[in-house]
């Protein structure tokens, strides 16, 4: 049985944040989207700068550093060592980031305002686990934002073959596709968590010049975003809120 690669994640050093040609950069574009929605959360549940935030798996920081330079105080949590350290480099003192296990957290109940599961469920064994470990873990009235991609035929074309061509270098087996969470599942481990999903939107490339120009060249356009859709289909992001305020 074919298991997901998350070990190349240790040697992109600085390609987290700079190149064009490496699958990590579509990682970077979808970041923005990723950005946005969470701000959106946070500000719709009066989760205001000075809160805390926990990012699992969070990698080199795409998402945690901008955070933090909101003002929130967050840490950042990974396996990948060598992702820790590209995003201590540019870590602000109210920044943290430390290996942990996301099926073990080294962490207190109820001791975080927003827990984020952006782009990890589709790389564990056991994501029920990880999503009960961050219901645990968030206070009440708190939320728990994630992203995956959903179990359909159109999610393995597309997350596990078709973004090879955008790109010219991708590790084999980034994606498996036995892993892949359909949203009526994730919606059961969040109940089950304590969790009530509250959204659940698609997520896709936006189909603009951009996404023709990096098709063309198979490197990622400095304009490559993600948009939302309607369609669960392939990605999807969503909110989770804690019962018991």
């Known amino acids: ?33 990723k950005r946005d929605y969470l701000r959106d959360v946070l500000g719709r549940h009066g989760i205001a700068p000075g809160a ?5 798996a ?31 480099r540019r870590a602000p003192d109210n920044a943290t980031f430390q290996v942990g296990d996301a099926t073990a957290l080294q962490a207190a109940d109820d ?13 564990v064994q056991r994501p029920a686990r990880v999503i009960a470990e961050a219901g645990r873990v968030v206070r009440p009235g708190g ?17 596990v073959h078709g973004f090879r061509f955008v790109v010219r270098e991708a ?10 969470i359909p949203p009526s599942t994730l919606e059961s481990y969040a109940e089950s968590a304590g969790l009530a999903v509250e959204e659940i939107v698609g997520v896709r490339p936006r189909l603009d010049g951009a996404f023709a120009r990096s098709l063309r060249q198979r490197r990622v356009d400095p304009g490559f975003r993600f948009t939302t859709t309607r369609s669960l289909a392939v990605g999807y992001m969503g909110v989770a809120v804690k019962g018991g305020e």
């Open 111 to 123: 001791s975080y305002d927003a827990v984020l599961l952006f782009d990890m469920l589709e790389h």
């Open 1 to 33: 049985m074919t298991g997901v690669n998350n070990a190349f994640y240790d040697d992109l050093g600085e390609r987290w944040f700079e190149g064009d040609d490496h699958a990590i950069a579509l990682l970077r574009a979808e970041s923005h989207i």
């Open 171 to 180: 590790p084999d087996h980034i994606h498996v596709w036995r892993l892949f």
């Open 58 to 88: 969070c990698g080199a920081g795409l998402v945690a550093l901008p955070l933090a330079e909101r003002g929130y105080r967050v840490d950042g949590i990974d396996l990948s060592e060598g992702s820790l350290e590209a995003a201590r």
């Open 52 to 56: 805390r935030v926990l990012d699992v």
């Open 143 to 159: 939320v728990v934002l994630f992203n995956t991609f959903n179990q359909t035929p159109l999610a393995w074309l597309v997350a």
